[in-house]
């Protein structure tokens, strides 16, 4: 598999510096390991919609696909050592490394963070690759189609689950605040609507971590010159599912 697959299935691909030449040429295993794991992305609606702390259910079983197949957590010291005497250390933790005999692939997932977090990222990669500890950086985010139509998703699913009012949204372990209750005052079909644009603009709005955020931050050169895979999940990932 390669990334002309993810592309051709909807995902947003872009390569920064070379990275597709590096990965195609030093790193056809894993490369074919993530676009694989890539392409076997599903996720129910209701995941969406869906309240309680932590990571997503999407997000944590691509988690557990990708460490699977050997990218896994690690925590990367870089120490600096002058006459022996070791100066300064800096730890760095990636959520996803893949190591081969070439080199390793840093990965990090950003699917519904403060968008600040792609500045982190991308200054990480830019310092371990200026190490040599990383030969390319990778992200994966929320693509674009998948952000554009996140409110006609939502929408959609609380619909077919039959909300028509805040006590109905019990279903998917919400409860709204006050102050989102007093934001949407429509009621039945109209609820769901209304309800479905405020809620997506609390939890999926303009500052969290999706495509057109990560483009901005490479369009200003955030990472250079290490070479960098971005990769944006579409909406075709997303299918309609019924709450357990």
């Not at 990636?94 to 500045?119: C, M, Q, S």
């Not at 006590?167 to 007093?182: E, N, S, V």
Request: net charge neutral; with cysteine; proline share 3%.
């Amino acid at each position: 598999m390669s990334l002309a697959d993810l592309e051709e299935a909807g995902f947003d691909v872009r390569t920064v510096n070379h990275a597709r030449a590096v990965l195609q040429e030093d790193f056809p295993g894993p490369l074919d390991e993530l676009c694989r794991t890539l392409l076997a992305v599903r996720i129910a609606d209701f995941e969406l919609v869906r309240g309680g702390g932590g990571e997503a259910g999407s997000t944590q079983r691509l988690r557990r696909a990708l460490t699977d197949r050997g990218w896994v957590k690690r925590n990367i010291v870089i120490r600096k050592t002058v006459d022996e005497i070791e100066r300064a250390a800096m730890s760095h933790e990636i959520d996803h490394v893949r190591r081969t005999g070439n080199g390793a692939i840093a990965l990090e997932i950003e699917w519904n963070n403060k968008d600040p977090f792609f500045d982190r990222d991308l200054e990480n990669f830019q310092r371990l690759h200026g190490e040599g500890a990383i030969s390319v950086g990778a992200i994966v985010t929320r693509g674009a189609s998948l952000q554009a139509n996140v409110v006609r998703i939502v929408a959609a699913c609380a619909a077919d689950h039959g909300v028509q009012g805040f006590d109905d949204l019990a279903r998917f372990g919400l409860d709204p605040t006050a102050r989102q209750r007093r934001m949407v005052r429509a009621t039945g079909v109209d609820f769901v609507d209304e309800w479905a644009r405020r809620f997506v603009q609390d939890k999926f709005g303009s500052a969290t971590t999706h495509w057109n955020k990560l483009r901005e931050r490479i369009e200003r050169g955030v990472g250079n010159p290490c070479p960098l895979l971005l990769i944006g999940i579409p909406e075709g990932a997303v299918y309609r599912g019924r709450v357990p």
